[in-house]
């Protein structure tokens, strides 16, 4: 019903920054967050940042994972159907598959309903 996909990822340098979009389409329905979660190999799906998507607003609620909390900004363009994740500082320990992900509340922990394909990001040392 809803369709999501992630863009923007890569292979860079520990240190440096990497920026991950997602666009979301087909909904019929109000969506109430939007977010990101990563697996790297051999681990768990992770949680990495929410934003809520409900209004036209130009800022939404934010909330991170600990891992990430500091380095990683998730925003938001409402009129756009898009949301981004900016990824600073980044770690070979942050090396992992990202997806994109929106959910049909706003409540924490945050539940998602559907995914995008998702995109690599690999950290070098």
């Known amino acids: 019903q809803v369709q999501l996909v992630e863009s923007g990822g890569g292979l860079v340098q520990a240190g440096n920054s990497l920026r991950l979009s997602c666009v979301a389409s087909?909904?019929?329905?109000?969506?109430?967050?939007m977010g990101w979660f990563r697996q790297a190999p051999g681990k768990d799906r992770e949680f990495v940042a929410r934003?809520?998507?409900?209004?036209?607003?130009?800022?939404?609620?934010?909330y991170y994972g600990d891992s990430v909390k500091g380095r990683f900004i998730i925003s938001r363009d409402y009129a756009k159907n898009m949301v981004y994740l900016q990824m600073n500082r980044l770690k070979p320990e942050d090396t992992a598959v990202y997806y994109c992900?929106?959910?049909?509340?706003?409540?924490?922990?945050?539940?998602?309903?559907?995914w995008g394909q998702g995109t690599q990001v690999t950290v070098s040392s």
């Open positions: 934003i809520t998507w409900s209004g036209i607003t130009w800022s939404g609620s934010t």
């Open positions: 087909g909904r019929d329905f109000s969506t109430s967050a």
């Open positions: 992900a929106a959910g049909l509340t706003d409540r924490l922990p945050m539940v998602a309903d559907y």
